[in-house]
């Protein structure tokens, strides 16, 4: 079992950053790619970005190209993700989830195991 838990939410400003962090414990060693979903009101859920195992594989929803970087930590279990430029658009909950099979999946049924969501809110 793997337990994911995000931090790093708030409320920020438009064209302001945060940094979302996702701390990983339990059977972490054959963790493949790891991502991160989000969920803004009224919507459904959707792929933000998506890092590989080794972290040289990276991969990013449209929406956040240019704006979000995705990178992460094997030594500390934690992938980060670094999101500027925030528009009120980018308000969600975001969730951190774990693949143990694909290296760089972005569909929320290519994941293993989730965390429990952040708030990010982005005032205009």
């Known amino acids: 079992q793997v337990q994911l838990v995000e931090s790093g939410g708030g409320l920020v400003q438009a064209g302001g950053s945060l940094r979302l962090f996702c701390a990983a414990s339990g059977r972490t060693f054959s963790s493949y790619g790891r991502g991160w979903f989000r969920r803004g009101p009224g919507k459904e859920r959707e792929f933000v970005a998506v890092?590989?195992?080794?972290?040289?594989?990276?991969y990013y929803a449209d929406s956040v190209k240019g704006r979000f970087t995705i990178s992460r930590d094997n030594a500390k279990n934690t992938v980060y993700l670094q999101m500027n430029s925030l528009k009120p658009e980018d308000t969600a909950v975001y969730y951190c989830?774990?693949?143990?099979?694909?290296?760089?999946?972005?569909?929320?049924?290519?994941?293993?195991?989730w965390g429990q969501g952040t708030q990010v809110t982005v005032s205009s």
């Open positions: 890092i590989s195992r080794s972290g040289g594989s990276t």
């Open positions: 989830a774990e693949s143990r099979r694909f290296s760089i999946p972005t569909r929320p049924y290519e994941y293993d195991y």
